[in-house]
């Protein structure tokens, strides 16, 4: 692409000494766009507004936002990001379109702009894993959905400076691992009390008016995001008001909840100042270590409060309940409770969170735990997968098995393999080796009753040279004799997990601590993290550094098609759209669906 070239295609004007594209060419392609350039563009604005929001220029912060809003860089991001980038590209709101083409994408782009207006959601009910109830999902426009994404582009970088250390949920860079971790830490030197509760139908009962005050941002975005709290949901064919709540599916929604919720960690330390603990010598603690001794962690709207005495535990509930009212928000009663993590208390000890469980257990002085100082504690503290999850688990496996009855075993491996490896990956940062050797055992004896199904008339011996057979050290593989085998939960390393730091965030612009992360994340597989190691955590397409939340895809360099080999030489990891963009091109398009059309 010559200089000349792409002069002639677009229409450039500055503000503030930054470049803000206003409108493309319609003949200007939609893969030919400066890629790298956008981003780089972008995640400067952003680094900016963090910055400003982080010392506290709330003048600077507005200017920047809408300098933002209106870049044509940041809304070609937008668009990408639901019509490439997103998982739920493919589900429609009310106006039918589930994926654009290439042209299309090019028309949205110079179509967005903040009107005060939006159209009401589509409903949609998925079932929640584990069990019979479904929940609601409120599906905007193509429309809605980039304008939506272009506010959280503008958005996130002033609130990720502002939003409380320990809010892991939905927010990038942080994960579930982070919030199990940072409970561990709370609790791996002393038995605590610890107040686990669950907010009751928060993203559908947050206070419009109490949110929008706490937004509290320039007028043209308040507006716009008042508009989509207030545009009503279609259900089959009838319109329903939203007077209340921001509807789950919405690509704002999930930074929406949690502006609603921050605050509940300060209040909370507010309280811990005041609290009347003493030293062995009778005098008052400091501030500080009033503070630290109360912990709370929250995940979306789940969240624990810790701490050694339970009467401080109990006043936290209450000051959490009184603090929701203000957002129109209570404690769910059935899923709050207040345990002990080594003692039975009214009933309960221990607590389960995100999937998993966490207690305490009481151990001989030679096998328990030692404190900072090497004194033994008398117990040890085990985070495992929970029961629920791995009774959940088993029903899946058991109807995956059923469901390939019929279908060659090559068929019903494949399916496993990736149930396998994301469960034991999850779980690989706990002391889950009893549990992952059980799976092990309890998945062999489906695998028993699915070979003896398909093979009535034929002995267990016939049955076990059939299906089964020696791979490597393995003398009891579930393997064709092709050599495409089983995984076993009980191969997975467990692995040393690391909080990420205070309130660390990625629009810091430290991307040798975030790629480093990102290739350390348990839920990121082994294949993949020695390609991000390899590749210095950046993409071999466009060269800029993966983000936390960016998709990420393993691509063959030389595609399989034209003989390309399934070795680390020949992989490369790479952006979704970069993966996409570089199909098009290498031979492999009719093995891919690279352009989605409606």
Not at 429 to 440: C, E, I, Y
Request: charged letters at 25%; hydrophobic letters at 30%.
């Amino acid at each position: 692409m010559n200089k000349a070239k792409t002069k002639s295609k677009f229409r450039v004007a500055w503000e503030n000494d930054i470049p803000i594209c206003l409108e493309v060419q319609s003949d200007y392609q939609w893969q030919e766009l400066p890629w790298k350039q956008i981003e780089k563009r972008v995640h400067k604005l952003q680094k900016r507004i963090y910055q400003a929001s982080k010392r506290g220029d709330v003048k600077v912060v507005r200017k920047l936002q809408k300098t933002l809003i209106r870049s044509w860089s940041a809304k070609c991001l937008a668009v990408r990001r639901v019509t490439q980038d997103n998982q739920g590209k493919k589900t429609a709101g009310i106006d039918g379109i589930k994926s654009l083409k290439p042209n299309a994408r090019l028309e949205l782009i110079n179509k967005l702009k903040m009107t005060g207006l939006s159209k009401p959601t589509r409903r949609v009910w998925i079932p929640k894993p584990g069990t019979e109830e479904k929940r609601p999902l409120g599906i905007p426009t193509m429309h809605d959905r980039a304008l939506q994404a272009l506010t959280k582009l503008t958005l996130e970088p002033e609130w990720e400076a502002r939003f409380e250390g320990n809010s892991y949920g939905f927010r990038p860079g942080r994960s579930c691992h982070d919030a199990i971790e940072a409970i561990f830490n709370a609790i791996r030197q002393k038995a605590k009390y610890v107040l686990d509760a669950d907010i009751a139908k928060c993203f559908d009962k947050i206070n419009h008016e109490a949110l929008l005050a706490k937004i509290n941002t320039f007028p043209k975005l308040q507006k716009q995001i008042k508009s989509w709290l207030n545009s009503g949901v279609v259900d089959g064919k009838n319109l329903f008001p939203t007077n209340e709540g921001t509807p789950q599916g919405g690509v704002i929604s999930p930074l929406l909840a949690n502006i609603a919720l921050h605050g509940m960690e300060i209040k909370l330390m507010e309280f811990a100042k005041t609290l009347d603990i003493r030293n062995p010598k009778g005098n008052q603690v400091s501030w500080q270590t009033k503070v630290k001794s109360l912990s709370i962690i929250r995940y979306a709207d789940d969240f624990v409060v810790i701490h050694e005495d339970p009467n401080v535990v109990i006043q936290c509930q209450e000051i959490i309940s009184e603090w929701l009212k203000g957002m129109g928000l209570e404690l769910k009663p059935s899923k709050t409770k207040i345990t002990h993590t080594l003692h039975e208390y009214n009933g309960n000890v221990g607590f389960n969170f995100l999937g998993f469980h966490i207690q305490q257990y009481p151990s001989g002085n030679y096998r328990s735990a030692s404190n900072s100082e090497g004194k033994r504690l008398g117990f040890n503290t085990l985070i495992t997968p929970s029961k629920e999850k791995q009774k959940v688990h088993q029903r899946k496996l058991a109807g995956i098995v059923d469901k390939n009855l019929t279908k060659p075993q090559a068929v019903l491996i494949t399916e496993l393999n990736s149930i396998i490896r994301g469960w034991s990956n999850y779980y690989s940062t706990v002391s889950s080796q009893k549990v992952l050797d059980r799976m092990d055992f309890l998945l062999y004896q489906k695998l028993r009753s699915w070979a003896k199904r398909r093979n009535t008339h034929s002995n267990k011996y016939q049955i076990s040279d059939k299906y089964w057979h020696t791979v490597g050290n393995d003398n009891w593989c579930f393997s064709t004799r092709q050599g495409l085998t089983l995984e076993k939960y009980s191969k997975t390393p467990i692995k040393v997990f690391t909080k990420v730091q205070g309130i660390r965030s990625p629009y810091d612009g430290d991307w040798i601590y975030w790629s480093t992360r990102m290739g350390r994340n348990p839920e990121v597989s082994t294949k993949l993290a020695t390609l991000l190691k390899r590749q210095q955590g950046k993409c071999n397409h466009c060269g800029l550094p993966f983000k936390p939340g960016d998709l990420i895809e393993i691509d063959h360099i030389e595609p399989k098609s034209k003989g390309g080999k399934n070795s680390y030489a020949n992989l490369q990891a790479l952006h979704k759209h970069c993966h996409d963009t570089k199909t098009t091109t290498d031979g492999s398009l009719g093995t891919r669906d690279i352009e989605p059309f409606h």
